[in-house]
């Protein structure tokens, strides 16, 4: 099936709970794709009292008192956003057809390869007639950016009513789907975190997913994924139920921001490899099983495969690379979230964490353990998160008072789950680590000590800088702001319009003002040999034959990605061919030095 060709070659992916929490509201109308996350069903329902009353929506408060209330609260919102939207994106193609200026600025912001771009073009040379034809033709060419949403597979908390587990739709993730599925909107939802089948047997609820009278699909879904391996169980996995996967996002282990999910040492461009060889067996593979899903549901099944899309996203900084990787992969879209920080125009973050991350240097950007889910996460030193937790356990009352909860999954203590960034968890397990103290070494103590107490309450310091921008009050325990930019942010130093982040990705513009910035595939290698060392130094328990067996595979797929780079270098970047070699060596060379633990015997 021919793809739909989307006015843009890139995307704005999911950042934190707040950073893109209006995003399509933003830039939708410029034909620009944005992901929404629909975890935090509170700060959604702020996000939508006060867009109501910017905009002269009516709006109803829906309470914790609706029995469906997390799920009847993300509906609401983003109908709204649809609505919003779409006002928006009649304006502009007015505004398109009515000034040449306007029009002239915004061809600016295209990309050099794109045919919608000419033709806007010659719209300028008409006479008396360009405002007739120009309204013509951008009813018929410009399409309005897509409203996605992210869910989270893996927070999906089990809720309790007095005592008493509520049936498994009100889960967490099962009610986002459900508010999603439930909305006007006709777009996809993001699904990251890795495979919940259960979740993924909900989606059989709602027809939006299965293919209408003429083949379409409504709502489709896109799977972010970190191999091949990951996309193809996932992706037979749901074409059994008959749900199709529209797009298989695939993101850097490391070089990204937000929570990194290490890969066991494959590197982005080898498993983009894989994808570009092996698409069409992807695609053909899928699309058998596919029809024997929707057979069993007599639901009627396309004779050709459904549209399939490869994007990527993680690390990309520069026209060249954003240039290289939708042609020498042949993806269809590229995301760029991290440098959308420093975009007013994009994203939500108050003015004080902007200007941090505007300043911040390779030093500052690191891969923390500060996630209760236990998955490594990119920060930035010097939050006001990190502020108000150092205090806390300066003080001896490390921990959050966790009102939110929506990461409260550990059963430890119980079945309605609790936070490891939560005081009531964190109290417990130093206790526990006081009473053995004497038996293990100081180094292993004090490693654990830290991995306890390090935990940060995401669910509130994700939300924090919505409501910072835009005045609403925060209620609770101070929390401060979390922000999650990757590695990428170090080389991005300043606030930039909309307009010049679009020219800096096509390549008629730049925003960079350190032109010593690493090449987005040695800045990931870099990071997973430091991984690797890191994992290996900070062992806070017994070593196994299991572990060593796990770090030596992952040392040996790291050689063979630096391999796969060595050949690929020599034939696309050799302008930059020596610098990229080097280091290329120097890489190797302190793989080579990394040194793995072996089991005494006795």
Known sequence: MALTKSLHNFHIPVMGLAYTIDSPIRVAQYGISSVVSIIDDELIEKMNSFYSKKFNVPYQEITKKVQDYRAERITSYLNLTDTIVKEKFVNFKTELSESKAALEHFITTLPN?????DGLSNLLQEGVAFKDKARSYLETHLKVGTIDVNIMTKVDKDNFIKGEQLPTQFNDAHASLRGFANSNLSSSVVLSAGMNPRLYSYFESFKDFFPDVNGQLKKKIILKVSDYRSAI???????????WVSEYRIESGLNCGGHAFATEGFLLGPILEEFKTKKIELIQDTHAVYVKGLNQKEIDAPEQPLELKITVQGGVGTAEEHHFLLEN?????????????????????????????????????????????GVPFNTIKGTTNEFHKQKRIANNKAGSSCPKKFLALNKAFGPEGICTASKKYQDVKLQELEAKKADVSPAIYENAKAKITEKACLCVGLANASYLENDINIKGQEQGVVICPGPNMAYFDKEVSLSQMMQHINGNASVLSNVDRPNMFIKELKMYVDYLKTDIDTISEDLTAKQIKKWTAFKGNLFGGIAYYEDLFVSVLSSKYTTIQNELQFYKNELTHVSIPQLETV
């Open 113 to 117: 390869t794109s045919d919608f771009k």
């Open 233 to 243: 169980i996932q992706g037979k996995f749901l074409a059994k139920k008959g749900l």
């Open 329 to 373: 992969y042949q993806v269809d879209s590229v995301g760029w979230g991290t440098p959308f920080l420093l975009v007013p125009e994009a994203t939500s973050v108050d003015q004080e964490t902007r200007d941090l991350l505007r300043s911040a240097k390779e030093k500052d950007l690191y891969l923390s353990g500060i996630s209760p889910l």
